[in-house]
């Protein structure tokens, strides 16, 4: 059990440090939304503009460690 959440938390960390990796990258912010928009899609995940203007905006919020609410 203790293996099984030790996989899950590197699993976790994996996914977000590849998202920091990506927001953070030195292209353009279109580029990298583009990016994002296509990695989703390949997964079958489909967002429109304000969904991925949201998304953008929750993980730089969560990256900042403050909140909207």
């Known amino acids: 059990m203790k293996n099984l959440s030790a996989l899950f938390a590197f699993l976790g960390g994996a996914a977000v440090g590849a998202t920091l990796g990506i927001l953070f990258a ?13 990695i989703l899609r390949e997964k079958g995940i489909k967002l ?3 969904e991925m203007d949201e998304l953008v905006d929750q993980i730089a919020t969560e990256i900042s460690g403050g909140s909207e609410e």
């Open 26 to 38: 030195p292209e353009k912010g279109i580029d990298t939304r583009q990016r994002i928009v296509r």
């Open 48 to 50: 429109n503009r304000k």
